[in-house]
């Protein structure tokens, strides 16, 4: 008698533990939903969910002849590394590059800023500083008026992390 | 930081007509950047410029959207095709909603 309530405890203690554990294990591995403030930031994710997300299943071409990224080789701070974009175009209302993304792919959120130009810029020129969170290349997708998309890439190596997150 | 949200524009002294030049923007502005505790970003309302908006004669040149990836004091250049003496303006918007605006006059010989 008391040897079956035993086993029944035991038996019942140990499904609810299996339970907890396949509660858990089913949560685990989802990533971290933003709640509150952080929905508002673009989420942590690896960089080729990044460009799903912002180009869909669109063709992304090599665009290393027509993207000129000036950094440096070595980055003393990552809080802190010059870039300079220019991409080959008319800048025409019929041909010109409607937008700019730079992306570093080992930051936990890729995009650092997204650049949107109109024909009136007269070239597709952007300067500016990013935060990068480590030694990896730094990614910039050029998107032209006809929709078109062009990627090309530099390998950027950093000495202090940015932290950038 | 008593400084923050002062805009400083450099633009060239004088542009040809029909050339393209390049405006440099900055502002004085700590943005922020998200903060961890064990692994786990920390859930606050994190103060950044998110938003710039560059015009020149009263026509939007560029528009510039950026994360907490950007360096503090955000500076960018972009160019413009200078067209008439006018008034070239950047506003930096940030996600606390506050705007910092700055102008320069472009002449154009």
Known sequence: ?165 | MADIGTVKLAVPGSVRRGSVARVRALVIHPQERVERQGGRSVDRNYRFVNRIVVTYLGREIALIEPSTAVSENPTFTIPFRATETGLLKVTFVDSHGVKFEGAAEVKVT
């Open chain 1, 1 to 165: 008698m008391l040897g079956a309530m035993t086993s029944t405890l035991t038996r019942r203690a140990w499904l609810g533990l299996a339970a907890i554990g396949a509660a858990v294990a089913a949560w685990r591995p989802r990533p971290a939903r933003a709640q509150g403030y952080l929905a508002n930031l673009a989420p942590e994710e690896p960089i080729a969910d990044t460009l799903k997300r912002l180009f869909g299943s669109r063709p992304i071409k090599d665009g290393a002849s027509l993207i000129t990224i000036g950094m440096p080789l070595i980055a003393e701070d990552g809080a802190a590394v010059p870039i300079a974009v220019e991409v080959k175009s008319p800048m025409t209302p019929e041909n010109h590059v409607k937008a700019i993304y730079i992306l570093a792919e080992k930051n936990p959120r890729p995009l650092n800023v997204k650049i949107t130009l109109t024909p009136a810029a007269g070239q597709a020129y952007v300067a500016t500083n990013l935060r990068l969170a480590d030694t990896g290349p730094v990614r910039v997708v050029a998107e032209t008026g006809d929709g078109s998309l062009w990627i090309a890439s530099r390998d950027v190596r950093v000495t202090v992390a940015g932290c950038a997150a």
